[in-house]
C-alpha cells in the first residue's frame, strides 16, 4: 500500500526531565529578626513582622497547656515567624519557622 499514510501518529519527541529545583538560599535574617531571636519573650512584634491571617490557632500541648499561635513574617528578610501565647503567662514565645540564616 504504498503512498498511504500510516493510522499510527508519529511518537512525539522524548520530553526531556526539568530538573528539581534546589532548594533555594536561605536569605540571611534583618537585624530586627536577629534582635527578636535574642529576645523571644518580648511581647510586641518589631515593626518589620506582618500579620498572616488574624484568626490565632488555638490548640493545647501535650501536658494539656492551652496556647494561642499566630503566624508573622519579616516584610525585610522573608523570616517567616510562631508566636506562641499560653494562657495565664506573662511571657510570650517567638520562634522562627527555620533556623535563622547570619
Given at each position: 500500500m504504498a503512498?498511504?499514510?500510516?493510522?499510527v501518529p508519529p511518537s512525539p519527541p522524548p520530553v526531556q526531565p526539568v530538573p528539581a529545583?534546589?532548594?533555594t538560599p536561605a536569605t540571611p535574617a534583618c537585624e530586627r529578626c536577629l534582635a527578636l531571636a535574642a529576645d523571644?519573650?518580648?511581647r510586641e512584634p518589631p515593626s518589620c513582622l506582618a500579620l498572616r491571617g488574624t484568626v490565632p490557632l488555638?490548640?493545647?500541648?501535650a501536658a494539656g497547656v492551652p496556647f494561642s499561635m499566630l503566624t508573622f513574617a519579616c516584610r525585610d528578610c522573608g523570616t517567616?515567624?510562631?508566636?506562641?501565647?499560653?494562657a495565664n503567662e506573662l511571657f510570650v514565645s517567638w520562634v522562627p519557622e527555620r533556623p535563622l540564616v547570619r
Amino acid at each position: 500500500m504504498a503512498g498511504m499514510e500510516s493510522a499510527v501518529p508519529p511518537s512525539p519527541p522524548p520530553v526531556q526531565p526539568v530538573p528539581a529545583p534546589s532548594a533555594t538560599p536561605a536569605t540571611p535574617a534583618c537585624e530586627r529578626c536577629l534582635a527578636l531571636a535574642a529576645d523571644p519573650r518580648r511581647r510586641e512584634p518589631p515593626s518589620c513582622l506582618a500579620l498572616r491571617g488574624t484568626v490565632p490557632l488555638v490548640s493545647q500541648s501535650a501536658a494539656g497547656v492551652p496556647f494561642s499561635m499566630l503566624t508573622f513574617a519579616c516584610r525585610d528578610c522573608g523570616t517567616v515567624w510562631r508566636l506562641y501565647d499560653r494562657a495565664n503567662e506573662l511571657f510570650v514565645s517567638w520562634v522562627p519557622e527555620r533556623p535563622l540564616v547570619r
